[in-house]
Nanobody, 114 residues
Framework: QVQLVESGGDLVQAGGSLRLSCAASGSIFSFNNMGWYRQVPGKQREPVAI???????NYADSVKGRFTISWDNAKNTVYLQMNSLKPEDTAVYYC????????WGQGTQVTVSS
């Protein structure tokens, strides 16, 4: 079993920055197959930044150059640093981990005002 708890969502003005955190507990063996998705009402959940099974990182085209995923082994935490935020980044952000099964956090709301 894996538990994921996100934090860091907030209301921010366009051009601002936020850092999301995802604290992981349970049977975590690596940070591979882990990352962040986001979802807006009426749309499918979409990947934002994913650490692949080979350790390489994929970013959505819409966030390249603005968002950075990182992790801290000692704290069992994955981060998403979001800079130069735009109103279209407004969404609920979910932490995701695949460890023999898919696990999701409860989500954290990010709202970017224009």
């Amino acid at each position: 079993q894996v538990q994921l708890v996100e934090s860091g969502g907030d209301l921010v003005q366009a051009g601002g920055s936020l850092r999301l955190s995802c604290a992981a507990s349970g049977s975590i063996f690596s940070f591979n197959n882990m990352g962040w998705y986001r979802q807006v009402p009426g749309k499918q959940r979409e990947p934002v930044a994913i650490i692949r099974s080979d350790g390489r990182i994929n970013y959505a085209d819409s966030v390249k150059g603005r968002f950075t995923i990182s992790w801290d082994n000692a704290k069992n935490t994955v981060y998403l640093q979001m800079n130069s935020l735009k109103p279209e980044d407004t969404a609920v952000y979910y932490c995701y981990k695949f460890e023999r099964a898919a696990y999701w956090g409860q989500g954290t709301q990010v709202t970017v005002s224009s």
